[in-house]
């Protein structure tokens, strides 16, 4: 693998392979000590490369096609940095014959710095969850909110999960059993980044393919982004008849079913569920059924069967709604001290949602159980095995557990413990100091710190061996919403310290996998982590504070221009699940006082599923195609409708198609050398070009008025009127 030396002396032997396969073939068992690890280049490329993804996944954070740039797309682009540096960079030594002695190159550009510019790139694409509590209140919510509380909110729930991290490694990290497989794409991917490639007459090398990519989609990207904005969706099935209601649902990609809809556009293409050129088939196959069931037969089927009186409501609506059809005044039915005002709300009505929004909000509870079920019905033997493997007194260590620790001193777990402890009394000053801001009461911190502390094991040994982490944020949102309701912001801190700290954790773990595969000392993994986690959540609360002050109306779709791009959906489906979860109250909606308690019932379906699957299966071995139905994928697919919208889907789908199945089939070497790349050169050029135009041209309200900028971009007016007699929404005929 490139600059690894075989320092350590390994003689391959059955006593010496890795009990996972995939391991004992992706991984290498060399290492070389003597790699320069914390360089100058390291220090800025990763440094750099976490403040550029943190500012550009925040930016794009509250646009209407949320572009998420991950950490491959900068463990790609480093590289060609990485060497330059290495080449041009002065080679003297400063301060010689004292402990403090250092050099800005000392020598090539090797593997173990780019692993630790991509731990720290890897900070700066994770999001910041707790942004959406500052968008909530500041934007919906319309109160103000101190910088001081806000900050030490997001900062802490991003540190909370190091302490979980440290409190599990030894058993998540060290066992061989515990492989984390998502990480050998990036084992794999780093070892063909730093190969000596051999460049073939009339073929292009990796960078030169980058390059070319990003100045393309940089380019590119002025159409959709400014000049011909109608390219983000196109909605042709609408020209038929653009004053037919019904022809309006169907065709609209952005607020109806999305038949025939597609955009030209890399943001709206990977906006919501990533590149589709990092999907393998078998997974987009389950997305592609689990859409065309929800939008093609669960959505029509239940809007025109009128379930839950759904043709008052629009048929594909995030939105809040009174029975009559028109938007909740939700600030209406909040009183002084920022609770649910009950008198007020009685005399409202109850909360209505479009039938979309509640059967999504059924998938979620489908998919929660549908995942435990599937694991321990198709992976139960084998985790378990894993998991005594891995718990074990006196086992045989792992070959790479015994080269790390040959070679490297682990991080004491009092590092670990210092954070946990500090960061919870300063979560509880919050508590107590800002109590009228975060509404959060002491216990209620120590109760998510314990529902993190028992889940992330459990879910931790899931994701270590199956790749499939269940989220916890509906029992979270639901345990709170039931002990402590009427209180919004109550019960959106508790979501994220219950559930995001144990995300994080896990996170983190993974990120320590990947150096144990990598042979990364652990301290400079470790003073990695933490500087990049510190560094993205300064830059993530920086920009969305720049960004609330910047742009007028921001997230307020009655205030902005209907085509503007600042319409934060994301954030839209945070705020309508703290009103539900927690000022209304889970009682008061999927309990015995609501409207949608019936949704409760897909808990069941999701657990029987995957049990039916396993009963075919095993029914019909020879049918191998039976096993490859993944529910937790399936019933999951469309997890992000809303904010996604039918477009991001359908455009989504063909890509993955044409290279996860054409090209990968018929173009392999094609596809093994320049794929990825050809995702992070995508990612890359469409942010420049997006952040360039705003700084440029949208902060000064410079614009092309054309009829391919018109502000329905998707050219179906009508595709979120209702349907039912006698509903009177403006614009919408009424019946």
């Given at each position: 693998m490139g600059e690894i030396a075989e320092e350590f002396p390994v003689v391959i032997t059955d006593d010496d392979r890795c009990v996972v396969p995939e391991v004992e073939l992706t991984v290498p068992k060399t290492d070389d000590p003597s790699l320069p690890v914390l360089t100058f280049r390291m220090w800025?490329?990763?440094?750099?490369?976490?403040?550029?993804?943190?500012?550009?996944?925040?930016?794009?954070?509250?646009?209407?096609?949320?572009?998420?740039?991950?950490?491959?797309?900068?463990?790609?682009?480093?590289?060609?940095l990485g060497h330059l540096m290495a080449r041009v960079l002065p080679t003297r030594s400063f301060l010689e014959g004292t402990r403090f002695q250092f050099t800005l190159n000392p020598?090539?550009?090797?593997?173990?710095?780019?692993?630790?510019?991509?731990?720290?790139?890897?900070?700066?694409?994770?999001?910041?969850?707790?942004?959406?509590?500052?968008?909530?209140?500041?934007?919906?919510?319309?109160?103000?909110?101190?910088?001081?509380?806000?900050?030490?909110?997001?900062i802490t729930t991003q540190i909370l999960g190091f302490g979980w991290a440290g409190l599990f490694r030894k058993h998540l990290v060290e066992p061989g059993e515990m492989w984390w497989p998502s990480n050998l794409v990036q084992v794999s991917l780093f070892g063909a980044l730093h190969e000596k490639e051999k460049k073939k007459k009339g073929h292009m090398s990796r960078t030169q393919f980058f390059l070319i990519v990003l100045v393309a989609s940089f380019a590119y990207y002025i159409l959709?982004?400014?000049?011909?904005?109608?390219?983000?969706?196109?909605?042709?099935?609408?020209?038929?008849?653009p004053k037919s209601i019904l022809v309006n649902q169907l065709g609209s990609g952005e607020h109806g079913l999305g038949v025939g809809s597609i955009g030209f556009d890399w943001v709206t293409i990977s906006a919501y569920l990533g590149s589709p050129l990092a999907s393998p088939l078998f997974a987009s196959v389950n997305v592609a059924i689990g859409f065309v069931l929800v939008m093609y037969v669960v959505t029509p089927v239940c809007y025109w069967l009128n379930i839950y009186e759904a043709k008052t409501f629009p048929i594909f609506s995030s939105q809040l709604f009174m029975a009559n059809g028109s938007r909740y005044d939700v600030l209406s039915i909040i009183d002084s001290k920022f609770h649910l005002d009950r008198a007020?709300?009685?005399?409202?009505?109850?909360?209505?949602?479009?039938?979309?929004f509640a059967v999504t909000y059924g998938l979620g509870f489908a998919t929660l159980s549908a995942t435990i079920v599937h694991v321990l019905v198709f992976n139960g033997s084998d985790l378990w095995k894993q998991t005594r493997g891995a718990f074990q007194k006196d086992k045989k260590m792992d070959i790479h557990t015994r080269i790390m620790k040959k070679n490297y001193r682990e991080v004491p777990l009092w590092w670990f413990l210092v954070i946990l402890i500090l960061n919870i009394a300063l979560i509880m000053f919050i508590s107590v100091h800002y109590n009228a801001t975060v509404q959060l009461p002491w216990w209620g911190v120590l109760l998510a710190c314990a529902i993190a502390i028992s889940f992330t094991p459990l879910i931790g040994v899931i994701a270590a061996t199956t790749n499939?982490?269940?989220?916890?944020?509906?029992?979270?949102?639901?345990?709170?919403?039931?002990?402590?309701?009427?209180?919004?912001?109550?019960?959106?801190?508790?979501?994220?310290?219950?559930?995001?700290?144990?995300?994080?954790?896990?996170?983190?773990?993974?990120?320590?996998?990947?150096?144990?595969?990598?042979?990364?000392?652990?301290?400079?993994?470790?003073?990695?982590?933490?500087?990049?986690?510190?560094?993205?959540?300064?830059?993530?609360?920086?920009?969305?504070?720049?960004?609330?002050?910047e742009i007028p109306h921001l997230?307020?779709?009655?205030?902005l221009p209907s085509d503007s791009q600042w319409t934060c959906p994301m954030d839209r489906v945070f705020f309508d699940a703290s009103v539900i979860w927690g000022l209304v109250g889970p009682r008061r909606v999927f309990g015995d006082l609501g409207e949608y308690s019936s949704v409760n019932w897909f808990f069941l379906v999701g657990a029987i599923a995957p049990l039916l699957v396993w009963l075919a299966a095993k029914a019909f071995p020879a049918q191998t195609w039976i096993s490859k139905i993944h529910i937790p994928v399936l019933v999951g697919a469309t997890a992000m409708m809303p904010p996604a919208t039918a477009v991001n889907f359908t455009s989504w789908l063909i890509v993955a198609f044409v290279f996860g199945h054409f090209i990968f089939k018929y173009r392999r070497e094609w596809w093994k050398k320049y794929n990825y790349v050809l995702s992070?050169?995508?990612?890359?050029?469409?942010?420049?070009?997006?952040?360039?135009?705003?700084?440029?041209?949208?902060?000064?309200?410079?614009?092309?008025?054309?009829?391919?900028?018109s502000g329905d971009r998707d050219t179906c007016p009508l595709a979120s009127c209702p349907t039912a007699k006698g509903v009177v929404v403006k614009g919408c005929p009424v019946f």
């Open positions: 800025v490329l990763g440094i750099g490369a976490c403040i550029v993804l943190s500012f550009i996944n925040q930016f794009f954070w509250y646009r209407t096609m949320p572009l998420s740039i991950t950490g491959i797309s900068a463990q790609i682009a480093v590289v060609p020598g090539a550009f090797n593997v173990k710095e780019h692993v630790l510019i991509t731990i720290f790139a890897n900070s700066g694409a994770g999001s910041v969850y707790a942004t959406h509590i500052l968008s909530a209140i500041k934007l919906y919510y319309k109160r103000s909110l101190p910088f001081l509380p806000a900050f030490l909110v997001m959709p982004g400014y000049l011909f904005t109608m390219l983000t969706s196109i909605s042709w099935v609408c020209w038929f008849n007020v709300y009685s005399n409202t009505g109850s909360i209505n949602m479009s039938t979309f499939q982490a269940p989220g916890l944020n509906i029992i979270t949102e639901y345990v709170i919403g039931y002990i402590y309701p009427e209180r919004p912001v109550a019960n959106m801190c508790f979501k994220v310290y219950g559930y995001i700290s144990m995300t994080q954790a896990l996170t983190f773990i993974s990120d320590f996998k990947l150096g144990h595969y990598m042979k990364i000392p652990p301290r400079s993994m470790f003073m990695a982590q933490v500087v990049g986690t510190l560094v993205a959540v300064m830059v993530y609360t920086g920009t969305a504070w720049w960004l609330m002050e997230c307020d779709t009655n205030l992070g050169g995508l990612d890359a050029g469409s942010a420049f070009m997006t952040i360039l135009l705003f700084l440029a041209l949208g902060r000064k309200g410079i614009e092309v008025q054309w009829w391919g900028n």
